[in-house]
């Protein structure tokens, strides 16, 4: 909302207070002035001029070289301008103006060999409007010599303020000057109705009836005829221009100057255009076609409020008129319309139509329904002032009786209760007062409150609390720093998610962050995925059902910088659809992951070490060491599967009992071309929730070992299809509680040595017990009991023997 | 014989002199400490001496031997190491071998330290799922229906009933429906904004709230807590004040402003050359909020806030776009 010094002027005097305390004072008060145009100092070094001789420029055809009078001297000032001529009254820029909007400031120059002491200006360099075909002209009898601020009338401050979705009232000029008037407990001046009336009754020549009074609670109309349309004044046009409107005509300017003014959205019909002479408040007509002021035909339905003629629809309620009643140039009589809507029944309506206007923005923040005939009877007087119309006596005012105003009861203990401090009640009194509250009665403990109409957001106690506070002041508030609430512990439910982050950096990983909203067609393949309804776009049109895509989406993106070695996770939610449709939470399923994903080199080659790419092996490690420190490992279990499943080449899955914890593996060809991927990816996604923390279980210490270990090696040659997992899990099976740990040493393959389909896989086997030194002799035939069970078993062959 | 015992000692003091190497340490042994040096011929003329004198020579002799022992070994310590140290064999500037180093995100990182000055002053840490009910997301939180205060957050449908959160403010309605007062606790999360991706804005981003609520909870602690975030963040010497807003959820409800860090407060582009820079919105719950979760607003004070984490971190490393933040270009996840 843009608010002008000058009219605000009008309504408290702010005349000795400087424009950096009010802009400071509104923020601080609530309403946010988010920028300050001081026109002022917009056009400081900017005068009006008298072209005293124009002639062509010696070197440039189409440059003239003129003497103009500043009223203090003659300058020289080269134009480009083809409308400038001697006698004209011109905008000059003197040397050290700064051409608004831009960083040019006007300087002494020459122009193809001609001295030039400053510009002619064109409106658009002035930023009065686009209009840059020639040099603005002012008008005859300006004096030379005078600022352009005062001459144009843009003498004058402007002030743009973020209004909050809770303060209608502040989308006006009086609205905001109630809130200064409130801060500097200074009267707010009001401007009374002097207007003539004709003798003429409005009664005799226009009618109006509201049919949906829940929609439409007060209709107030005025009449005013034999208006000349014509443009406004120069002050009403500048007023609208600086506020950001666009001036049209005097009607219409009225109309949105009020609107400006007071906050109430008016609209002039063409009295000679309503059938019947006549207003029907009502709803629409199903499917009905209606044209309104921006031509546009638009399609009714029976919930929209309209407004009609005896005959047809006229307009949509606080939204826009029709083009069938429009103030066009012959229109002679006015009818005012100011009204009171319901504010839920013109957004549904702006937001079907999809049309929102400076009327339907007001409506639907609620309006003043104490002030529809106020605003009617001042547009009605500019009017008779400045379109030469007569208004006629009376007014079609209907109100309907439940529209009350409420009363509030304000404890002034409550006060300091929510605040932390004391107000004094006078003082609270004083400023609800100022505010334009009615304090209906008041005692030592509690004031009785009415609530007057334009403030629609108060309905309650703490309304008035903030209102007493924002005027009093937050900086007033003290700032404690002292708590007394009982003892209670803090959890911290981001803590496993924390733990297995900073493992996972330990273990050289960069963090991830990827848009959970992906495309359908990579987040289908993990499970059915929710919906967006309104996506921006089909990218991103369900929510992630996996980490993993973001993970490859991820690679893909470095590949392309040139970044080929990636150690990367995230974690973060994923969600699916359990059933058919979302009628409860129970519809989704929402947990927390996490995603590893490698690829490319896990070393590179340097000095002291061999180039190697990350494979399988790697992927399970990390995950083994990770598990290892968030959880209790017993009660893993590992299943791996050599052929395709889902977006895996191969993989692997980790269970926690019967919960699957885990899947992990390399990411098939198929799944990486949706990402452009053409370098090996492996990756895993952990299903955080199934990590069985024990946070409170207490690790009691086992005795370090007392006794020597011995520690035997073998090596067997195998035939290849053998696994590791099945003779590792079989060694401990068949062994007695004297074998600590069994760890493979070596792999080996080669043909030559071998044999074809032959492998050779080397243990260690590590024996102790807590209790006492084993002898060689039971270790030896322990260990020799399970050389000839593996070798007849597996059919291997026990190696260097 | 004594004399030939302190001849023996004064030539040894000469020759150990010269020794710097192992060679002539290994000579200086030879000569008087080996089977057949000095010291050991010493020893078998020892054995012709007259009985009477043999006292005084034995102990003269021991004497010699052990303090010559004594010098070697002392000497032979000193070559030996010396030796080691300046052994040619290892190039110590080779490279390192550094395990690799992993790397949280920015917006993990700028959390976790916003999250931890909370933690310290006894707030819980608690989340909420990113799909919710328009109930908790809006309706709970004293946003009327169609009222325009919904047209504060472009919002994400799934249906009628659910959305994407447009705030993490419905974990507080999840908190105290599940629980008594008092209530402490800090709800990081994600959340979500129907808005087109460009430098400014992203669909989604981070925020945490903050809930305290109790029987006598006042604007006043609420200014002294959000003061002592400020201080612990960004400086003690941080200037702030809190101006008047709106938001459905708190009555009254206000702003913190800081003064911004990049100009100092003289007013640049990144402040918009107000020399301030909004930070955080809070304010005190308001009583319908109350009543949704069952709590009695009569008895019942609470003030709540939130910070957008994006903001603050972009802010913090002079980062421009948004986007930079989910490209997940390593280059730029490394830097920090």
Request: glycine share 6%; charged share 25%.
């Amino acid at each position: 909302m843009k608010i002008v010094l000058s009219w605000l002027n009008e309504f408290i005097d702010l005349s000795d207070i400087s424009v950096e305390t009010i802009t400071n004072d509104l923020t601080m008060a609530g309403l946010e002035v988010e920028s300050v145009t001081d026109y002022r100092k917009m056009f400081e070094n900017f005068i009006a001029a008298e072209v005293v001789q124009k002639e062509k420029h010696p070197n440039a055809d189409k440059l003239s070289v003129c003497k103009v009078n500043t009223g203090s001297e003659i300058l020289q000032i080269v134009c480009g301008a083809p409308n400038v001529a001697a006698g004209q009254k011109v905008a000059l820029a003197c040397e050290g103006a700064t051409v608004p909007d831009t960083d040019f400031v006007i300087k002494k120059t020459k122009l193809r060999g001609e001295l030039s002491q400053g510009m002619i200006c064109s409106e658009a360099e002035l930023g009065l409007s686009n209009d840059h075909s020639g040099i603005m002209v002012l008008p005859e009898g300006t004096v030379a010599g005078k600022p352009l601020a005062e001459v144009i009338g843009y003498n004058d401050v402007v002030f743009e303020i973020g209004i909050t979705p809770n303060r209608p009232d502040a989308l006006s000029h009086i609205g905001v000057a109630r809130d200064l008037s409130a801060l500097y407990s200074r009267p707010l001046k009001k401007k009374e109705i002097t207007v003539a009336r004709s003798p003429e009754k409005i009664e005799d020549v226009a009618a109006v009836e509201i049919i949906d009074k829940d929609n439409c609670p007060r209709y107030s109309a005025v009449v005013v005829r034999n208006v000349t349309i014509g443009e406004s004044p120069v002050w009403m046009k500048n007023r609208l221009k600086m506020a950001g409107m666009r001036p049209i005509n005097n009607i219409v300017d009225i109309t949105n100057y009020i609107m400006l003014e007071l906050g109430q959205p008016l609209h002039a019909f063409d009295l000679d255009n309503l059938a019947g002479k006549k207003i029907i408040v009502d709803r629409a007509t199903e499917g009905l076609k209606f044209t309104t002021l921006d031509s546009v035909e638009r399609k009714l339905k029976s919930s929209v409020l309209m407004i009609k003629d005896g005959e047809k629809d006229v307009a949509i309620a606080g939204v826009m008129g029709g083009e069938n009643s429009e103030v066009v140039p012959a229109t002679k009589n006015i009818l005012i319309e100011s009204a009171y809507f319901n504010a839920t029944s013109v957004r549904r309506s702006a937001r079907y139509f999809g049309l929102s206007t400076e009327a339907s923005y007001r409506f639907e923040r609620g309006t003043n329904h104490e002030g529809t005939l106020y605003a009617a009877l001042r547009a009605a007087e500019l009017m008779a002032e400045y379109a030469g119309g007569e208004v006629l006596s009376g007014e079609l005012d209907i109100v309907s009786p439940k529209l009350e105003l409420k009363t509030t009861e304000l404890r002034f203990s409550r006060i300091a209760r929510i605040l932390g401090y004391e107000i004094k009640s006078e003082w609270v009194l004083t400023i609800l007062k100022n505010l334009g509250m009615n304090i209906k009665s008041a005692d030592e403990e509690k004031a009785l409150v009415e609530i007057p109409g334009f403030r629609p957001d108060i309905e309650r106690e703490i309304d008035l609390i903030e209102e007493v506070a924002r005027i009093n002041g937050y900086n007033s508030i003290p700032s404690v720093d002292r708590v007394t609430s009982p003892l209670k512990s803090a959890v911290d439910e981001m803590e496993l998610q924390n733990k297995i982050r900073n493992t996972l950096i330990g273990y050289g990983f960069n963090e991830i962050m990827n848009n959970s909203l992906q495309a359908e067609d990579v987040s289908r393949v993990f499970a059915e995925p929710v919906a967006v309804m309104n996506p921006l776009n089909a990218e991103m049109s369900v929510l992630r059902t996996s980490l993993i895509p973001g993970g490859l989406a991820t690679v893909a993106h470095n590949l392309h910088n040139g970044e080929k070695n990636l150690r990367i996770f995230e974690t973060g939610h994923i969600i699916s659809k359990v059933g058919d449709q979302i009628k409860s939470f129970d519809n989704i399923s929402e947990q927390i992951a996490a995603c590893l994903t490698i690829s490319g080199k896990v070393s590179e080659k340097t000095w002291s070490s061999e180039e190697r790419e990350f494979d399988f092996h790697d992927l399970k490690g990390y995950l083994n060491s990770l598990f290892e420190s968030t959880m209790d490992i017993n009660v893993l279990r590992y299943s791996y599967h050599n052929e395709e499943r889902g977006i895996w080449q191969y993989s692997g899955e980790i269970f926690a009992g019967d919960h699957l914890l885990c899947t992990f593996g390399q990411v098939k060809d198929s799944y990486l071309q949706k990402f452009d991927i053409k370098q090996v990816v492996f990756s895993a996604e952990i299903f955080v929730n199934c990590i069985k923390r024990n946070l409170d279980k207490v690790k009691k210490y086992s005795p370090v070992l007392k006794y020597p270990k011995i520690v035997r090696d073998m090596a067997f040659v195998f035939d290849s299809g053998v696994k590791y997992g099945d003779i590792a899990d079989y060694i401990r099976k068949n062994s007695s509680p004297l074998l600590k740990s069994v760890s493979l040493f070596d792999r080996y393959e080669n043909p030559k040595t071998l044999g074809d389909g032959k492998i050779s896989l080397a243990f260690t086997l590590e024996f102790y017990d807590n209790e006492r030194t084993l002898t060689e002799e039971e270790v030896e035939r322990e260990f020799s009991g399970l050389i000839n069970k593996i070798t007849k078993n597996f059919n291997a062959v026990l190696r260097g023997n | 014989m004594l004399n030939k015992i302190n001849d023996a000692k004064e030539k040894f003091l000469q020759n150990i002199e010269k020794v710097d190497s192992a060679k002539l340490l290994e000579e200086l042994r030879i000569k008087f400490l080996s089977r057949n040096g000095i010291v050991s011929m010493l020893f078998e003329e020892f054995k012709s001496v007259p009985s009477q004198e043999k006292r005084a020579i034995g102990q003269g002799l021991n004497a010699l031997r052990q303090e010559l022992q004594a010098k070697y070994e002392a000497l032979k310590t000193r070559i030996e190491s010396k030796g080691k140290a300046s052994a040619p064999e290892i190039d110590l500037t080779l490279p390192g071998r550094a395990p690799a180093q992993g790397t949280a995100h920015l917006i993990t990182q700028t959390m976790n330290e916003i999250i931890s000055i909370f933690k310290k002053i006894g707030f819980s840490v608690i989340t909420g799922p990113e799909i919710e009910s328009d109930r908790n997301n809006f309706g709970a939180l004293n946003f009327p229906e169609d009222h325009p205060a919904r047209d504060m957050q472009d919002t994400f449908f799934i249906n009628r009933d659910f959305l994407l959160r447009t705030h993490t403010s419905p974990v507080q309605v999840r908190i105290m429906e599940s629980q008594e007062p008092p209530v402490r606790a800090i709800m990081p999360g994600r959340v979500y904004r129907n808005e087109a991706i460009n430098s400014r804005s992203y669909c989604m981003f981070h925020q945490i709230e903050g809930l305290f609520v109790d029987e006598n909870v006042t604007f006043a602690e609420l200014k002294g807590t959000l003061v002592h975030f400020a201080k612990e963040f960004y400086g003690n010497n941080v200037k702030y004040k809190f101006r008047p807003s709106y938001f459905p959820f708190t009555e009254p409800s206000a702003e913190m402003d800081i003064t911004c860090f990049i100009c100092g407060g003289k007013g640049c582009r990144v402040c918009k050359h107000s020399g301030w820079l909004e930070i955080l919105g809070c304010g005190m719950v308001d009583p319908n909020v109350f009543t949704s979760v069952g709590y009695d607003p009569e008895e019942i004070t609470g003030y709540a806030f939130g910070m957008g984490i994006e903001r603050i971190a972009m802010l913090k490393h002079d980062i421009k776009d948004i986007r930079l933040l989910f490209e997940n270009d390593v280059r730029f996840l490394k830097q920090f």
